[in-house]
């Protein structure tokens, strides 16, 4: 599939907003819904350059893109990115329609939806995961939503001033195809420059690739996210703890088969934190008394179900999803070439340096303006011990949670 020329800017814009979700991703953080919010800058410069339709498709874009690439399709954190994105993209482009960009600037407009974005996730970790407790984390979030709002929308009025790419977009300078050939002239010295050479991958980096390459070669895409879709409630409805752990055991074990870089130190501290938010509202027997604090066994259990809940599901969506997933429809083509484009991007990410941000991303934007490049990895041939060892797992899933419901 090709992306028409009315399809590239949504399809570009997206691909731009995946590729800023996966920065983001290695970001290490105190809860993994937390977020600076790098995957608005698109979004941001979308606000003048697309009407109401097309923004909103960016919106799906955005969420689904980075949904699949950093595997979380399955999970809570997708939800969260659901509520955050939609209440933020909202707000922005209420205000830059009724204020104008007279009235309200980048920045002012970035730190409104960064407040509706941690505002939206603040109301979603109150009703699913810390509970009443929740106050605790409504000032620094909000903090964080002026500080990170107020510098993405610094860079996105430097970028608006700098970029070839945008100006060509807003109609501010001569389009078609002879625009973009003077816009690659004058981002050609970033282009051309010599970049120092990468490093040789470590014993483990080479080892995950080996994994992942292996597994995308047995597997079928839609097989697994098939797969996901009946493990998922199956893992929710086991009520044993005990056995709800060996389901989490064994999709981080599916998690690491599939190559992702699962940080174990990482997600132990996510449960701990989930744990301890729930310990503040003790009920049960108590089994441990310091005197300001008490350790019960309701509170305990409650927090320990979430905890492997909630990152069970995020290590199944791991496993489970792959760029190479395709979405039937218009709008799974679209998909499909953000994600192509996504890909070029990554080849090519050694052009965004600390020391020219703006002029790297602007020479991107104006490359894959030009270039079809919309191949996607493909999944390999329905293979029949692929689907034996899918159907094992399922079964294995399956049989942990029926002997949850008899013991």
């Known amino acids: ?129 810390f509970g009443g407790e929740t106050r605790y984390l409504i000032p620094p979030l909000l903090l964080a939503a002026l500080i990170s709002g107020a510098g993405l929308g610094l860079f996105c009025e430097a970028f608006a001033g700098r970029s070839r790419w945008y100006r060509l977009q807003r109609g501010l300078v001569p389009g078609g195809t002879s625009g973009v050939q003077e816009g ?66 064994l999709f981080w074990f599916f998690s690491f088969l599939r190559g992702k870089k699962n940080r174990p130190l990482v997600t132990l501290l996510v449960m701990a934190v989930i744990v301890l938010f729930n310990l503040q509202s003790p009920y049960g027997k108590v089994l441990a008394d310091f005197g300001f604090f008490r350790i019960t066994r309701g509170s305990l259990s409650a927090g320990l179900h979430k905890a492997l809940s909630l990152e069970g599901l995020i290590m199944l969506s791991h496993a489970a999803l792959s760029p190479a997933l395709r979405i039937p429809g218009a709008f799974g083509k679209l998909l499909g070439s953000s994600l192509a484009m996504f890909e070029q991007m990554s080849e090519r990410r050694h052009l965004i340096t600390r020391e020219r941000p703006i002029e790297g991303i602007d020479a991107l934007l104006l490359e894959l303006s030009r270039s079809a490049g919309d191949a996607r990895p493909s999944s390999p041939e329905r293979s029949l011990p692929g689907v034996c060892l899918i159907v094992l797992a399922v079964l294995v899933i399956a049989g942990l949670t029926v002997l949850s419901w008899c013991f």
């Open 184 to 249: 690659l002239a004058q981002a050609s010295a970033v282009l051309r420059e010599d970049t120092a050479p990468l490093a040789p991958p470590s014993r483990a980096e080479v080892f995950r690739r080996k994994r992942r390459r292996m597994w995308e070669a047995t597997f079928r895409s839609g097989d697994l996210f098939a797969a996901a879709l009946v493990m998922a409630p199956l893992f929710l409805l086991n009520d044993s703890l005990p056995l709800r752990g060996i389901q989490f055991l």
């Open 1 to 129: 599939m090709e992306t028409n020329g009315q399809d590239r800017p949504i399809a570009l814009l997206g691909a731009l907003c995946i590729f800023f979700s996966g920065l983001e991703y290695v970001i290490p953080k105190p809860l993994p819904f937390i977020r600076i919010g790098l995957a608005n800058i698109p979004l941001l410069l979308a606000l003048d350059i697309f009407p109401l339709k097309r923004f909103a498709l960016l919106v799906l874009l955005k969420v689904l893109g980075q949904a699949l690439i950093t595997g979380t399709l399955f999970s809570y954190v997708f939800f969260f990115s659901l509520a955050g994105t939609v209440s933020s993209a909202a707000c922005m482009y209420l205000f830059r329609r009724t204020a104008g960009p007279g009235i309200l600037s980048f920045t002012g407009i970035s730190v409104l939806g960064a407040l509706a974005s941690n505002v939206s996730q603040l109301v979603m970790a109150r009703l699913f995961i």
